[in-house]
């Protein structure tokens, strides 16, 4: 089955051709794994979903959320930001927390929070673990991006092939993860579209 390159493809591709992508998106390409989402030019903005009880404000800027005695699967997480004529988002912030390897949040410090700015390609990457399960929810990354004070989106991200997924009420299909094996850990990949032009 073939599919015709959407711009986001061809962006991605030039980057991966110059060797300016990271590690986890090369893991991705060599399997085959489309980027997600494909952006079109006029397309719809990410949608967005509620933020839920445990965001903390000021979080770390940090790429790397791993730290001593924090076990669970090893994740890094890369994608780009881009607008809905698919072009990059240079210096948008991207601000990521989730639950630990047991399934709590920690809201005294920052333990699995961190904030990154985009390249000038609109690129960003996290180098995270895969979130325990904890009542009521499905496994989950919660992500708030923000350009320029121009644009701001809130929502969350999800794994793919999580029997929790169906039960959950903020599961939506086009907020899923595209996933793959990297060594021991995984490489994971979203891109997201903010509503700006």
């Known amino acids: 089955m073939t599919h015709d390159p959407t711009r986001r493809d061809l962006i991605l591709a030039a980057a991966l051709a110059a060797g300016g992508l990271s590690f986890a998106e090369t893991a991705l390409a060599q399997q085959g794994l489309p980027p997600t989402p494909k952006c079109k030019d006029g397309d719809e903005p990410t949608a967005a979903q509620t933020e839920g009880p445990f965001y903390k404000p000021s979080s770390p800027q940090r790429a790397d959320l791993r730290e001593p005695g924090l076990g669970g699967r090893a994740v890094v997480l890369t994608g780009l930001v881009l607008t809905r004529r698919c072009r990059p988002v240079a210096r948008a912030l ?31 990457q996290f180098r995270t673990i895969m979130p325990a399960l904890y009542p009521g929810r499905t496994r989950h990354y919660h992500v708030k991006v923000a350009s ?8 969350q991200l999800y ?25 021991e850990g995984l490489a994971a990949q979203f891109s997201f579209v903010l509503d700006m032009t």
């Open 94 to 124: 991207v601000d990521l927390w989730h639950a630990d390897d047991k399934g709590d949040y920690d809201n005294r410090g920052f333990r699995c929070r961190g904030h990154v700015l985009t390249d000038e390609a609109g690129r960003y």
């Open 148 to 155: 320029a004070g121009r644009s701001l989106l809130t929502t």
């Open 159 to 183: 794994f793919p092939n999580e029997p929790g997924n169906a039960r959950d009420g903020l599961f939506q299909r086009a907020l899923l993860m595209r996933v793959g094996q990297s060594g």
